[in-house]
């Protein structure tokens, strides 16, 4: 599979799963978080084994997203069953991963 991966809005500080690896998979993504609104918001980014990330799994953490702008990542590789995990200080955020699924069977 290829393209996008998953698109969501966010809710103000809420955990949120963006996509979740299948079994015997991985993917290479590119993870956006796109501010809409008009003042600055922090966002993080996890790679993480459940749906709540650990400290340990965090690629960003609390970044400022300016006013209409983007936070990317990119080369960003998700393991079998793992999950990209994101999270907006505020609403008028959301978060879009596009890239490649590849079969490890």
Do not use: C, H, W
Not at 15 to 31: E, G, K, M
Not at 63 to 89: C, H, L, M, N, W
Request: no cysteine.
């Amino acid at each position: 599979m290829s393209g996008k991966l998953g698109a969501i809005n966010l809710s103000a500080n809420a955990d949120t799963v963006l996509y979740t690896a299948p079994a015997s998979t991985f993917a290479v993504a590119t993870i956006n978080i796109v501010n809409r609104s008009g003042s600055t918001v922090t966002a993080r980014i996890a790679i993480a084994d459940a749906d709540t990330p650990t400290n340990a799994e965090y690629i960003e953490y609390d970044v400022g997203v300016p006013p209409k702008g983007v936070v990317e990542r990119t080369g960003v590789v998700v393991g079998a069953d793992q999950r990209i995990v994101v999270r907006s200080s505020a609403v008028d955020v959301n978060a879009i991963a596009y890239g490649i699924t590849t079969s490890t069977a």
